[in-house]
């Protein structure tokens, strides 16, 4: 079965400062997709980036970046010029894709990231 | 605007109660799901609808009841919920398998 592994509960980043969250996951397949989502006290789950596994550029969006290793399975996300707006939990998830026949997220446990001033 | 509309967004009910959640997209999207977040835990996938039609349910206690009328609206019908059913559920849609979801805001149940 495939899972997606989080072992940093909490972060905290200095404004301005750049800080990396990591993820792990565990597949057989050799394709499948990879996300960052976040979720502010607000509550709604927000896409922050996604990674095609057949791809072996890094995504990139902004002030945010991934180091996709995919024998290590290893997804991080690098956080640059943190803004007070980026705390938030941060979920790592993963995407089975077979096909099309189900679109089946995968969520790890989450990552509070707090910012400071 | 998410695109993607829950109702209610806070909710307290008995254990004897029966109540809906409604989930509705304005996005176009042919698949939704529902999550259940508890404290701790990774999102649990619950139901998955692909054109109205329900592939996958993740071994859900039949007290949740999900309905999916059309491409645009997803029910969760609830009766005879635990303590432990309390939680924030969220509705998701996507254009199709391939394509990331989009989250609504979340309901946050509790069960008295």
């Known amino acids: 079965a495939q899972t997606v592994t989080q072992s940093q509960p909490e972060m905290s980043v200095q404004e301005a400062e750049t800080v990396t969250l990591s993820c792990t996951y565990d597949?057989?397949?050799?394709?499948?997709?990879l996300f960052w989502y976040k979720q502010p006290p607000s509550r709604q789950m927000i896409l922050v980036i996604r990674?095609?596994?057949?791809?072996?550029q890094n995504a990139t969006e902004n002030r945010f970046s991934v180091n996709f290793q995919k024998a290590a399975k290893s997804f991080s996300l690098k956080i640059s010029d943190s803004q007070l707006g980026d705390a938030a939990m941060y979920f790592c998830?993963?995407?089975?894709?077979?096909?099309?026949?189900?679109?089946?997220?995968?969520f790890g446990t989450g990552t509070l990231l707090a910012v400071q001033p | 605007e998410t695109g993607v509309t829950q109702t209610p967004r806070h909710l307290v009910m008995g254990m004897t109660n029966k109540k809906s959640l409604k989930c509705e997209q304005h996005?176009?999207?042919?698949?939704m799901y529902w999550y259940k977040q508890s404290a701790k835990k990774p999102l649990e996938l619950m139901f998955v609808?692909?054109?109205?039609?329900?592939?996958e349910n993740n071994s859900v206690p039949s007290r949740f009841s999900p309905e999916c009328p059309n491409s645009s609206h997803l029910f969760l019908h609830l009766h005879t919920l635990q303590p432990e059913d309390s939680a924030l559920y969220l509705c998701?849609?996507?254009?199709?398998?391939?394509?990331?979801?989009?989250f609504g805001d979340g309901t946050r149940l509790s069960i008295l």
């Open positions: 609808y692909n054109f109205k039609e329900q592939t």
């Open positions: 990674q095609e596994a057949y791809k072996q």
């Open positions: 998830a993963y995407q089975p894709w077979d096909g099309g026949a189900t679109n089946k997220l995968i």
């Open positions: 996005l176009g999207h042919n698949a």
């Open positions: 998701a849609s996507s254009p199709r398998d391939d394509q990331p979801q989009h």
């Open positions: 597949t057989s397949e050799s394709d499948y997709y």
